[in-house]
């Protein structure tokens, strides 16, 4: 059998200079182009406002990590939930549908059975015996016949 070597660490980036990788760099060089055009084309006050600005742009995408990950890919996630996000909202409207809610007679002379009501004890000790898968039996309530599939 063939012996392969495994490539590990594949999210660590190459460094090119000390500890400045590819990406970093052609981002830096991006950003000092544009300083550079800026001292051609404003005045000395301006360039200097501009360029400190550009200079703590740049150096935020180029060197900010959020959650491990590098900077433009929170601000390209960012964009893509603003644009599309995943929160779905239903605004149910009851006067867009027709539905009719018909009384049941639940009296003595009624052939319909009344509905059985737990009280919030007995759910609460349903609640433990399912949770428990049937360790628990309750308080030796008699009407109480379940069985656990194990």
């Known amino acids: ?85 995943k929160l779905r909202i239903w605004y149910f409207k009851p006067n867009d549908f027709d539905y009719k809610i018909e009384k049941v007679n639940s009296g003595p002379g009624s052939k319909i059975s009344p509905e059985k009501r737990y009280s919030a004890s007995r759910l609460a000790q349903l609640s433990l015996i399912v949770d428990t898968t049937g360790a628990y039996r309750g308080e030796g309530d008699s009407e109480m016949n379940i069985s656990v599939a194990r």
């Open 1 to 85: 059998m063939q012996q392969f070597v495994v490539p590990q660490f594949l999210d660590v980036e190459d460094k090119i200079i000390g500890f400045i990788t590819t990406r970093q760099f052609i981002i830096l060089l991006a950003g000092a182009l544009i300083i550079g055009i800026s001292f051609k084309l404003f005045d000395f006050s301006l360039f200097v406002t501009f360029g400190l600005i550009m200079l703590a742009i740049t150096g935020t995408v180029a060197f900010l990590k959020i959650n491990g990950r590098p900077f433009h890919y929170f601000l390209l996630n960012l964009f893509q939930t603003f644009k599309r996000p």
